[in-house]
């Protein structure tokens, strides 16, 4: 019955090398979010889906590359991984209600990403 | 473009001592605002939130915060700290129009010690 759910949990790769991350979420919310939290445990947002479609897009490298097959599946896919993506990445979801009103955001447990 | 700052990076409190942890924002429109706490290898979970009505929001475990939009703060408390409140905590904001982009801030690590 878990709400959010992210595989893998842990990934562990080495420079250069291609990976994904899936993200799943079982609220029927329409909204869903990639966040990346550093090794100082800061949150910054980097993409956000409504109904599959890209809403934000923050500054993040070309590399990285979110993909929505239905409302309740974002993934994010990286090339050329870099030291520097080593990381957190959290995903979220939530419901857009409209005109202004925001729905709680889910998040789910994580992926520890460590680039080698 | 909106920023949050959270000025206790690392607070350390015996059991059953009083909590609060400060929050200021900056954005120059209304807003929405959340605090989300995050313990040791798991993942956030939001400990309330305000949208709007009264600005003193109760929330989860016994946490409160109080918006006052004067001061652009939203600080979190707890009257009495338990070893179980050792996490993080993140107080997080989010434009009340268009779609919600949280923008957090650094975070502030509690200690609780028994």
Same mark, same amino acid.
């Given at each position: 019955d878990t709400a959010v759910s992210q595989t893998p949990k842990y990934l562990v790769t080495q420079m250069g $090398?291609? /990976?994904?991350? /899936?993200?799943?979420?079982?609220?029927?919310?329409d909204t869903m979010y990639w966040y990346k939290q550093d090794s100082k445990k800061f949150l910054k947002i980097m993409f956000s889906y409504n109904? /599959?479609?890209?809403?934000?897009?923050?500054?993040?490298? $070309?590399r990285f590359s979110p993909k929505s097959p239905d409302k309740a599946h974002l993934n994010l896919h990286i090339n050329s991984l870099e030291l520097g993506d080593s990381a957190v990445y959290f995903c979220a979801s939530s419901q857009?209600?409209?005109?202004?009103?925001?729905?709680?955001?889910?998040?789910g447990p994580g992926t520890r990403l460590l680039v080698l | 473009a909106q920023s949050v700052s959270q000025h206790n990076h690392h607070v350390i409190l015996s059991e059953a001592a009083s909590l609060e942890l400060g929050c200021n924002y900056s954005y120059g429109g209304t807003v929405n605002l959340f605090w989300y706490v995050q313990y040791p290898g798991q993942h956030l979970q939001l400990l309330l939130k305000y949208f709007s009505g009264d600005p003193l929001v109760k929330g989860i475990k016994g946490f409160e915060a109080e918006f006052i939009k004067s001061k652009f703060s939203f600080n979190l408390r707890k009257p009495s700290v338990q070893w179980s409140d050792t996490a993080e905590y993140f107080c997080a904001v989010s434009p009340n129009t268009g779609f919600q982009k949280l923008v957090f801030g650094t975070g502030t690590r509690l200690l609780v010690s028994p």
């Open positions: $090398n291609d /990976k994904s991350i /899936k993200c799943e979420q079982n609220l029927g919310h109904n /599959k479609e890209l809403i934000i897009n923050e500054t993040v490298p $070309n857009d209600l409209g005109q202004g009103a925001q729905e709680t955001q889910y998040f | -």
